[in-house]
Each structure stands twice: as C-alpha cells, then as structure tokens.
C-alpha cells in the first residue's frame, strides 16, 4: 500500500517570506511525486514530479521541492510567497501500481 | 484552461433523482479520470478509463455509474444518491495510464444531495 501525509492542515505566512509545504510518504519501490496546486473554485493544476535524478525539482510559479529518501519527504517551497499563492496544494505519490495517491491538502494563506 | 470541461458546475438533487455529470477534454489524451473531492480528506479515485476500457473500480458504489462512449467523453450517472455522497467531483486526463503521468483536471462539479 502506499500513502502520503501532509501533517500540517494550514499554513500562514507573510508575503515575502519564505513558504514551506511539507509531504512525507510511503510505498513500495522507486516513488514518482507529485505536487498540485487548486485554486478557489478550480481543478488541480500539476506544479512539478520528481521521478529520478536531481533531488531538487523546479516548477511552475517559482516553486521547487526537495526529494529526500532517507526521510521519505518531498516538501514543497518557495523563497517568497506572494499573496496570488493562497490555494490548497495537494501531494501525491505513485509507483509501481501506477496509481497516484494524494495526500488530503495543506492550505496555504499569504497575508499582505 | 486546462483543456478539461466540466458540466455542470453545481448540481443539487434529490435522493431519488437521477442526473449525469459531463466530462470532455480536448487535449488527445487517452485516459480519464473521475475522482471525489470531501474537505480534510485525501482525492478519492473513483474510475479510470483508458482508451475508453475501464481499468479501475475503486470500490465505488453502484449508484455511481461510468460511462466513457470515446477518449474524449467521460460520464458520471447518479442515482438514488445518498447525502454523504455531497462533494466535489473532478473529472481529470493524462496522455496514458502511466506511473509519471500528469493530470490534467477540470473545475468540477460540486454535488449537495439534500
């Protein structure tokens, strides 16, 4: 079975401040992550995967996460949010079953 | 855009209704998705189709029902729905069925059954 965990429901920070999305994991095998984005009354939009290679993946919007194995964590970041990042990112796992499994979203708010 | 279009946005029915939702997308993928969205909780993956064969039932109950009549078109029928079934369905696609795959998901529908 696989599974993800985002331990934190919400996360508030200022505009300006660095941003961090934390996502652990589980699966059997080789781990294909993923990190999406829902904006108000919207779809999830795909921000960045991580399948092999550099551990370090950048994406859309200026965003970029770190895989670590060791931790089974792919934590989003952003050097500076800015308020047009508000929305609630979802985490997601894959493997050899090819299923994605999505974690259950962090809300990010960004005070001006 | 994402190239994936949703009908209709809201839709409130009765528990003895029957409605559909429409899903077409536009981008040449060739598989579709239906997945629940309830807040707090993890996306639900309902149905896949690919190439227009069903290749996943996630347990769902048979008031749902798929329908995928050609790679573009996904259907959702729905009937004697039950309250807990209120939530927002989404509908996404993918070039194919694989591991690394993205989505591409369409707005939704939010669902209340009263």
């Known amino acids: 079975a696989q599974s993800v965990a985002q331990p934190e429901d919400q996360v508030n920070v200022a505009e300006g401040n660095p941003l961090t999305v934390k996502c652990t994991y589980s699966v059997s095998g080789n781990p294909y992550l993923f990190w999406y984005v829902q904006y108000p009354n919207r779809g999830l939009q795909f921000l960045l995967k991580?399948?092999?290679?550099?551990?370090l993946v950048k994406g859309s919007y200026g965003f970029e996460a770190e895989f670590n194995k060791s931790q089974t964590s792919f934590h989003l970041k952003k050097p500076s949010a800015l308020v047009s990042d508000s929305a609630l990112y979802f985490c997601?796992?894959?493997?050899?079953?090819?299923?994605?499994?999505f974690g259950a979203g962090t809300t990010v708010t960004v005070r001006a | 855009e994402t190239g994936v279009t949703q009908t209709p946005r809201h839709l409130v029915m009765g528990m003895t209704n029957k409605k559909s939702l429409k899903c077409e997308q536009h981008l040449g993928h060739n598989a579709m998705y239906w997945y629940k969205q309830s807040a707090k909780k993890p996306l639900e993956l309902m149905f896949v189709?690919?190439?227009?064969?069903?290749?996943e039932n996630n347990s769902v109950p048979s008031r749902f029902s798929p329908e995928c009549p050609n790679s573009s078109h996904l259907f959702l029928h729905l009937h004697t729905l039950q309250p807990e079934d209120s939530a927002l369905y989404l509908c996404?696609?993918?070039?194919?069925?694989?591991?690394?795959?993205?989505?591409?998901f369409g707005s939704g529908t939010q669902l209340s059954v009263l």
């Open positions: 996404a696609s993918s070039r194919s069925e694989g591991t690394n795959e993205k989505l591409f």
């Open positions: 991580y399948i092999t290679g550099d551990n």
């Open positions: 997601a796992v894959s493997a050899n079953d090819y299923k994605l499994s």
């Open positions: 189709y690919n190439f227009k064969e069903q290749t």
